[in-house]
């Protein structure tokens, strides 16, 4: 069973990570690095020439940017400028049309991309803390383990037990990234449904997702390692002959066998 993020139609994006911006100026980075610090959504406005289709985007860009107000952070970049260069190639952008915008989540998870747009579509890039943070590990090719459980569902502990063992395994430590929601937050209501999960639960429940979006396995109650190591084993086998496909459905590009 696979769940969408309008993000995973822009293939070209997968496979960035923020923490390479650190030695370089330009404003797009300056951007970055300070959204990060302030906790904010970033909209960056990619641009090379001054024409009318780049007056026409730019125009519904500021009204957004307006309408949005301190809650964001935005800035324009210049992609023919040299000192543009590092956030240009990071991004892959040097074929991609102008204008072109991204939106980053404070996580680091791009959560939109667009060389046309309107302004409901910029603002409905924002989405919920578990759904940015998910976003973002898959994006980093992690096998993505999230566990749904509160005060009132029960078998929480022996979940976890289950979940910290596999992540415990030396295969698959670096490769895993857990989150734990709890499933009657109405923040993640919409994160949640685009997963097709139940969010009335009496029993602790854990779904393992593999990169790019594709659910392995999904436990009620109590997990076990020897399960969810042979869901990831099967779904390694059966996404390339050999059992193995780097960058697909294999944590890390890891067999993990």
Known sequence: MRFTFALFLIGFLLTLSLNLFAQT???????????????????????????????????????????????????????????????????????APMPFVLVLAPSGAITGGFSTFNEEQLLNSQISMGAAHALKALQDHKLLILTLQNSRTTSNQEALSGINEFKADPRYSEATVIITLDPSDPQEQKFLNQLNLDTHLAQATTVLIAPPAEIIGKYQGPTHKAQMVADVQKAASGCCPDGCCPGGCCPGGKCGK
């Open 25 to 95: 100026s330009g404003s797009g980075t300056v951007s970055i690095q300070n959204a990060i610090a302030e906790d904010k959504y970033l909209y960056l406005f990619f641009y090379k020439e001054q024409n009318d289709k780049t007056a026409k985007l730019q125009a519904v860009f500021d009204q957004t940017m307006q309408k949005l107000g301190e809650k964001v952070k935005s800035a324009k970049v210049n992609v023919k400028s040299a000192s543009e260069q590092s956030v240009v190639d990071q991004f892959n952008l040097k074929r």
